[in-house]
């Protein structure tokens, strides 16, 4: 039994005193979802303060990134002891926003997880095809890429306490959202590649969330498919309403 996952991720938008409002009305709402857990990424600026106005509730607190180094000369950089300073229980990784606009790469993603992990934060690790990977039939290779390398070196323990979201870049602020059927052939390519790389109880236990324009009126069909446990949601994670929507899917 996999326990869905509603996670918005705000990226650069609300400051401190709009994060703090934002909690304090969803907090409610997240804590009589008991079929569901419930994660928000606010920027780097309003964690301490989002998490301070979460804590006792159901609402948990993710970082959009994160360094692999304890310390050091990383100027712009943030590590996992200061996520978790900061009251931080998540970390995203990898997000394809942060492949594209900072070359991250999948051997910078498996560095950053294993130290999120060492330190004791659970990861949501990003994965998914662009549309020129789609259209040229690379989106198999591309995701089975993104795992072995990304997740490489994990024991199975280890790998048990990530999640994975499936976001095909083509989707992600466009509107344009995958059928829930394309999804669920994603997400069970994904499971099938851990299978191999973890065994079968951890790929059986692993969530897999989509993200990619995920709305209140789009989430009832992508949660009505087995492969799909839950969603990262961008734009219609920032309003109280629509998050809410999300978090009380159609069941
Ligand atoms: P949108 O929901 O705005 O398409 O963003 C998806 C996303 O990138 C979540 O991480």
Known sequence: MRTPVIAGNWKMYKNIAEAVDFVEKIKPIAD????????????????AAATKAAK?????VAAQDVHWDKEGAHTGDISPGMLLDAGCTHVIIGHSERRHDHGETDEQVNRKLKAALAAGLAAIVCVGETLAEREAGQTREVLERQIRDG??????????????????????????????????E??????????????????????????????????????????????????????????????????
């Not at 009589?32 to 964690?47: D, N, Q, R, S, W």
């Not at 490489?152 to 095909?168: D, K, Q």
């Open 32 to 47: 009589k979802a008991a079929h569901c857990e419930v994660v928000i990424a606010p920027p780097f600026t309003a964690l």
């Open 56 to 60: 006792g509730s159901k609402v948990k």
């Open 151 to 184: 997740l490489a070196g994990l024991t199975p323990p280890e790998f048990s306490r990530i999640m994975i979201a499936y976001e095909p870049v083509w989707a992600i602020g466009t509107g344009r959202t995958a059928t829930p059927e394309m999804a669920a």
């Open 186 to 251: 994603s997400h069970r390519q994904i499971r099938d590649l851990a299978r191999n790389e973890f065994g079968e109880a951890e790929a059986a236990g692993v969530r897999i969330l989509y993200g990619g324009s995920v709305k209140p009126e789009n989430i009832g069909g992508l949660m009505a498919q087995e492969e799909i446990d839950g969603a990262l949601v961008g734009g219609a994670s920032l309003k109280v309403d629509s998050f809410a929507a999300l978090i009380n899917f159609p069941r």
